[in-house]
């Protein structure tokens, strides 16, 4: 009989978060599992309205859903967020991580527990590898405030995990799809351009650093490696493990503008704008994938011209509306 699966999301409400949603509701619908999706945030569109950053609405959160599995999600997740708020970032990654690690320890032993960390932790361990894509033994040297916070709650849950904390820690490399908000370089370039196109700003684009090189993934990619690591039946790869999700190369911000205007056909001017020139940049990054592959078979599967077509059709929507 198959088991019933009682999936938490923490921060379900988020562009990640409503990415993961549709792939578990893919999955109740097309593989027949018993799925039963909780979500927690502060959102009104949360199951349970829940502040991470409060103990004692998280151990209520916890006892009351009795989850079989938590993908904690909430953040302070735009790196410019961070570093404006560095405390609310440290009570939210930090503080917040911690309270869901206990109270999952504490009610819900057997839940698996999911944390989506990021490959800012790294940081400055980038510049050691000399461009080569980067192993989950690197050393964790963040950079920024973001880094930091999520670096501090990957060690948390790494340490726990010796304490019966049933993890999996990922280390997405970035990310982005339709329903990304402005914040991030993508979705920043498609927004502008679909306003250029429809005639609401003129041909002129601006932008920060088109130098560094990143490692680009698709949400929908990404959402995958989280409901696999959620309910697929055999985790003894898994449990207690840490997984980059990375593409495995590198490509340069000004190739994923080149082709973003290529898809548009538009003719414009590019403007360095100095607000969007961030700290100590890295010149390159990227992810070794083999480990999430050797574990539960995960790879990317979507081409990023398909990606970056998709964000940009989604932003010609979102700005007539």
Known sequence: MPREHRILITGASGFVGSWLQRELDKRRLEQGYDLIVLTAGQGDT????????????????I???RPTA????????????????PQRAWDVNFQ???NLAYATMEFAPEARFIFAGSSEAYGASFIDAANAPIKE??????MNVYGATKAAADVLVGQLAHDGLKSVRFRPFNHTGPGQT????????AKQLAEISVGAKPPRISVGNLSGFRDFLDVRDV???????????????MLGGVFNLSSGRS?????????????????????????????????AASGDNRAALAAFGWKPEIELSRTLGDVLDDWKIRVVR
């Open 46 to 61: 949360s199951d349970w309205k829940t502040d991470i950053t409060d103990r004692g609405q998280v151990m209520t959160l």
């Open 63 to 65: 006892r009351d859903c």
């Open 70 to 85: 938590i993908i904690h999600l909430a953040a302070i997740a735009a790196p410019a967020d961070a570093r404006k708020m």
């Open 96 to 98: 917040g991580t911690m």
């Open 137 to 142: 033994s690197a050393a964790l040297k963040p």
């Open 182 to 189: 402005d914040a991030y370089v993508v979705s920043a370039f």
């Open 223 to 237: 959402v995958r490696a989280y409901a696999d690591a959620a309910l697929v039946e055999d985790v003894s790869d």
């Open 251 to 283: 490509i340069q911000i000004q190739s994923i503008l080149d082709m973003l205007i290529e898809l548009c056909r538009l003719k414009l001017e590019i403007e360095i704008d100095p607000q969007r020139l961030r700290g100590p940049e890295i010149v």
